[in-house]
Nanobody, 123 residues
Framework: VQLQAFGGGLVQAGGSLRLSCAAS????????MGWFRQAPGKEREFVAA????????LYADSVKGRFTISRDNAKNTVFLQINSLKPEDTAVYYC?????????????????WGQGTLVTVSS
């Protein structure tokens, strides 16, 4: 199984980015997909998750209204649209996959992880 996250970069506060995560080696449509992030010196934290069909989503309070998770099962890809970026959004963003929808905000429950993509927000 491979999850490849990309789309990070350096952006000014208030800007936007669209992260993508391409999956292979698993039945993508049977997996919950999540995004997590880890800022320097901090623990990895939950950002968002999406159900198998994309019909339901869950967001961390800190990103509600600014981030949007979506997926394209035909392309085995999950996306994270990030708007109104803040310096505190600076982190490595990881995508992850798991088969069940319970406690999706806990990183320990995910089976597969991508390598991460760095988002840096300048003030």
């Amino acid at each position: 199984v491979q999850l490849q996250a990309f789309g990070g970069g350096l952006v000014q506060a208030g800007g936007s980015l669209r992260l993508s995560c391409a999956a292979s080696g698993l039945i993508f449509s049977r997996n919950i997909m999540g995004w997590f992030r880890q800022a320097p010196g901090k623990e990895r934290e939950f950002v968002a998750a999406i159900t198998w069909s994309g019909s339901s989503t869950l967001y961390a309070d800190s990103v509600k209204g600014r981030f949007t998770i979506s997926r394209d099962n035909a392309k085995n890809t999950v996306f994270l649209q990030i708007n109104s970026l803040k310096p505190e959004d600076t982190a490595v963003y990881y995508c992850a996959a798991r088969s069940t929808w319970d406690r999706v905000e806990f990183s320990q429950a995910y089976d597969y992880w991508g390598q991460g993509t760095l988002v840096t927000v300048s003030s």
